[in-house]
């Protein structure tokens, strides 16, 4: 059956996510505020909207994919209260938990259902159909929104109450950037014990150490051929995006009081890294962590 479908923001992710869904035969009308966005949106068969609440006039389903928090609670505040009584919102925005929680509140008030359902996959699972979400929101809502994300995802989890989607991204992340800051550090150090890089990677990759920073994304040029750092450190994930999770997940761990130093270390690492390379994968603090050592 044809849904008719909000989808506002059309960048990176949100464009090839939309697409999925009008490729699927969905009616999806698009909004952006960029015009080479919309472009690409019509000829990938999405009825471009002339603004947010133009797009969401006659939806039952309105998906955003935008930059921050401060963007989705905006965009909810715009669109929320002209939107038909009933609309599920789903917002696979990466943005804090707290937000996340505000704009499911705000949606809810006025009538309609929500959830939160970041994702994980990168551009590449975006456009192949094959992100991971974390959902978050009631059993009715999620079940709901399931067969959407199923076209644009291959494995979704509900992790609990709206917030907790956010919540399972940030955590995952976390493991994410403090892996491989460990991974690039032990390659560094090997490098100084006179380790080959492919040496240390046969006996890791298949011992204690095995973790995805190693085995998929390593930082390295050689041990895994579809690393970024075969390619110049050409994201892949953009070291800019992790410095962005990483501050929510600084700014959750402050709020909530935990102990969590070495997300706190990391946090601090790739804002530094981000801030002269926010455009390399973010496996390229390697290259960082070398040259502070000394180099090779
Ligand atoms: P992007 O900057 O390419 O796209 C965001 C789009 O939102 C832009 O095109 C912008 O013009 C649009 N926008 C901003 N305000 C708007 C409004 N009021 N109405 C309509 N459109 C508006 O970013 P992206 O890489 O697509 O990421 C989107 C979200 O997904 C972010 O929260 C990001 O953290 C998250 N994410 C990104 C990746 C990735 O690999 N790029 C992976 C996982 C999660």
């Keep these: 059956m044809s849904t008719v479908i909000a989808f506002l923001g059309l960048g990176h992710m949100g464009g090839p996510m939309a697409a999925n869904l009008a490729a699927a035969g969905h009616d999806v009308r698009g909004f952006d505020l960029v015009p080479a966005s919309l472009d690409q949106a019509r000829a990938k068969g999405i009825t471009v909207a002339e603004s947010a609440a133009d797009a969401v006039a006659g939806a039952s389903v309105v998906v955003t994919m935008l930059p921050s928090g401060r963007h989705v609670l905006d965009c909810y505040a715009?669109?929320?209260?002209?939107?038909?009584?009933?609309?599920?919102?789903?917002?696979?925005?990466?943005?804090?938990?707290?937000?996340?929680?505000?704009?499911?509140?705000?949606?809810?008030?006025?009538?309609?259902?929500?959830?939160?359902?970041?994702?994980?996959?990168?551009?590449?699972?975006?456009?192949?159909?094959?992100?991971?979400?974390?959902?978050g929101g009631d059993d009715?809502?999620?079940?709901?929104?399931?067969?959407?994300?199923?076209?644009?995802?291959r494995k979704i989890v509900h992790c609990g109450q709206s917030g907790n989607g956010q919540a399972a991204k940030l955590c995952n992340n976390m493991i994410l950037g403090v892996s491989m800051i460990a991974v690039s550090e032990a390659f560094v150090l090997g490098e100084k014990l006179g380790?080959?890089?492919?040496?240390?990677?046969?006996?890791?990759?298949?011992?204690?150490?095995?973790?995805?920073?190693?085995?998929?994304?390593?930082?390295?040029?050689?041990?895994?051929?579809?690393?970024?750092?075969?390619?110049?450190?050409?994201?892949?994930?953009?070291?800019?995006?992790?410095?962005?999770?990483?501050?929510?997940?600084?700014?959750?761990?402050?709020?909530?009081?935990?102990?969590?130093?070495?997300?706190?270390?990391?946090?601090a690492m790739y804002e530094a890294y981000a801030a002269e390379h926010g455009d390399r994968d973010f496996s390229g603090i390697v290259q960082d962590i070398r040259e502070r050592s000394g180099g090779t």
Excluded at 98 to 112: E, K, L, M
């Design 78 to 135: 715009d669109v929320v209260p002209t939107a038909d009584a009933g609309t599920l919102f789903i917002d696979s925005s990466t943005i804090d938990v707290a937000d996340a929680r505000t704009a499911a509140d705000v949606a809810r008030a006025a009538g309609h259902r929500a959830v939160d359902a970041p994702v994980s996959g990168g551009v590449g699972g975006a456009t192949a159909g094959t992100l991971t979400f974390m959902v």
């Design 140 to 153: 009715a809502a999620v079940a709901e929104a399931n067969p959407l994300l199923e076209i644009m995802g």
């Design 195 to 267: 380790l080959t890089n492919q040496a240390l990677f046969d006996v890791a990759s298949t011992a204690s150490g095995q973790c995805w920073a190693l085995t998929t994304n390593c930082p390295v040029p050689g041990p895994v051929p579809t690393s970024p750092a075969n390619n110049d450190y050409t994201p892949g994930f953009a070291a800019a995006l992790m410095r962005k999770d990483l501050g929510l997940v600084s700014e959750a761990v402050r709020a909530n009081g935990v102990e969590a130093q070495l997300g706190m270390l990391a946090s």
